[in-house]
């Protein structure tokens, strides 16, 4: 006569299958993360913009992947919280730098639809117009108001001249 498995293990066996089994359901399914998606064009006169770059820089750590089109079009995504540093550089031109702060894009029901997508320009001028100049800091900041979540944007487009001995090294 053989000898059938006990129920009670039958019962935990098949506790540990479906345990496991929906363990692996949870971890396959991506987290869900808040973002706002960042989209806009960047100006260069006539010139193309093959050979421009943007950089986006997450937490003074990370590079986020990006598109910059040879039209000029760039899109990539932000996610909430964060502070993004975008640095729009092409030869022959003054770099430029924007910053971003995601923290409080998403904190009302209105701010929420309205702020999934941010759409801005960016414009570079040519280094033989500014000659020996350079921009004294981030050219924009982007940033949202805590509490209501609406969009703050600040222009700083100063200049300061630069010194023979500073391009020298």
Same mark, same amino acid.
């Given at each position: 006569?053989?000898?059938?498995?006990?129920?009670?293990?039958? !019962?935990? +066996?098949?506790?540990?299958?479906?345990?496991? =089994? $929906?363990?692996?359901?949870?971890?396959?399914?991506?987290?869900?993360?808040?973002? &706002?998606? #960042?989209? $806009?064009?960047?100006?260069?006169?006539?010139?193309?913009?093959?050979? =421009?770059?943007?950089?986006?820089?997450?937490? /003074?750590? +990370?590079?986020?992947?990006?598109?910059?089109?040879?039209?000029?079009?760039?899109?990539?995504?932000?996610? &909430?919280? *964060?502070? !993004?540093?975008?640095?729009?550089?092409?030869?022959?031109?003054?770099?430029?730098?924007?910053?971003?702060? @995601?923290?409080?894009? +998403?904190?009302? *029901? /209105?701010?929420?639809? #309205?702020?999934? @997508?941010?759409?801005?320009?960016?414009?570079? %001028?040519?280094?033989?117009?500014?000659?020996?100049?350079?921009?004294? $800091?981030?050219?924009?900041?982007?940033?949202? &108001?805590?509490?209501? $979540?609406?969009?703050?944007?600040?222009?700083?487009?100063?200049?300061?001249?630069?010194? /023979?001995? *500073?391009?020298? %090294?």
């Amino acid at each position: 006569m053989e000898k059938q498995p006990d129920i009670t293990c039958k !019962a935990a +066996l098949l506790a540990a299958i479906l345990a496991l =089994a $929906g363990l692996s359901l949870f971890a396959a399914a991506p987290p869900s993360r808040d973002e &706002v998606t #960042i989209t $806009g064009r960047l100006y260069a006169d006539t010139s193309d913009l093959e050979d =421009a770059i943007l950089v986006v820089e997450l937490e /003074q750590e +990370l590079c986020l992947r990006s598109v910059l089109l040879r039209n000029g079009r760039f899109e990539f995504k932000v996610p &909430v919280g *964060a502070h !993004a540093r975008l640095v729009f550089l092409k030869p022959g031109y003054l770099t430029k730098e924007v910053l971003v702060d @995601t923290k409080n894009a +998403l904190v009302s *029901a /209105q701010a929420n639809k #309205i702020n999934k @997508t941010v759409k801005f320009d960016v414009v570079l %001028e040519s280094t033989e117009e500014r000659k020996h100049q350079v921009y004294l $800091g981030p050219v924009g900041y982007i940033h949202f &108001v805590n509490g209501t $979540g609406l969009m703050r944007v600040r222009h700083d487009e100063r200049m300061m001249a630069v010194t /023979q001995k *500073a391009k020298d %090294e």
